[in-house]
DNA sequence: TGGGATTATATGGGCGTCAATGGGTATATG
DNA sequence: CATATACCCATTGACGCCCATATAATCCCA
């Protein structure tokens, strides 16, 4: 499985490590699986993050824009400096920074929500409502979530 | 990762002395990983950096301007004219040039902001709001900055 | 198929290494 | 000769690597 899916809670150790779920990590391509990139969600409290290769793919795209324009600046700030990388330990585990925790209203616990593509961390209480939430968003729209699921290709 | 990535906020000493972020030296090429290039932002009261390799990228992008523009000129000027060499210390460490410092409202203490292939040091504070400015501009345009994020391929 | 054995995962902790910082001294350069 | 700058060494704290353990999952063979 090539993708982040499910939801797991992990502890963070007296030392600020946490680990990644076994299978997130076996997401990432065997060449920079000790690396990921974090960042503040744009759109909720919680911190998404992936493997290395999805920045490369961002990179490309902010050189695309007019080098000279206030847009480039703007994206390639709001991306590049608020984006973080952490190294994974050879037992799966890494730092989440202080910037993000505090962000996120992570303390000692962190539940990781696959979202296919890449994961958000959350604090788990806060996790757990929004996971409530946006089910009962979708629910009120049953039209659109069958047409979702069913929709094929 | 061969990318200028996140922010880091790093003292200056009494002999005028400040470290290059070390994961920012990493993305130095291995042959000149002793020497940088420092300008003043066109576009901010603050200093960009790079790698000397950089040079030829920064040439062709004036060069695409149109040649016989005021534009060009300025650019030109502008950015060549005002570029510095510096040389890193085996510490990691280099000299922010008395000019730039002033420019940028440097004192003690610089904030070194991730841009992908380049980087941009600046004051503190002044850099944290620019942070801010630029997100909140991105943010009126929510569905721009999240198909950079999350657009697949 | 059941139950013991092997493996994997999450977690804990010791310790060496590296990054950021400070300062002394040599060297260069005008 | 005077000032600036590079090199060397030292300190501190953070982080990565290694080893250890407990629990859970899987395997495997009688």
Redesign the pocket.
């Known amino acids: 499985m090539d993708l982040f899916i499910s939801k797991?809670f992990?502890?963070i150790?007296?030392?600020?490590r946490?680990?990644?779920?076994?299978s997130f990590r076996?997401v990432l391509p065997k060449a920079n699986r000790?690396e990921i990139i974090l960042y503040k969600s744009i759109k909720s409290s919680s911190i998404e993050g992936c493997g290395v290769g999805r920045l490369k793919e961002i990179a490309k795209r902010i050189n695309n824009l007019d080098f000279f324009s206030e847009d480039y600046d703007d994206f390639s700030t709001s991306i590049f400096s608020e984006i973080v990388t952490?190294?994974v330990?050879?037992?799966?585990?890494?730092?989440i920074p202080e910037e993000l925790k505090l962000y996120a209203g992570i303390k000692t616990e962190a539940a990781f929500f696959g979202q296919g593509h890449f994961f958000q961390i959350w604090e788990p209480k806060q996790g757990l409502k929004n996971t409530e939430d946006s089910r009962r968003r979708l629910l009120k729209e049953k039209k659109s979530l069958r047409m979702m699921l069913t929709q094929q290709k």
Chains 1, 2 share one sequence.
């Not at 330990?89 to 730092?95: H, I, P, S, V, Y």
């Open positions: 797991y992990n502890k150790d007296k030392k600020g946490i680990s990644l779920p076994s076996n000790n952490t190294n330990d050879k037992e799966g585990r890494f730092l």
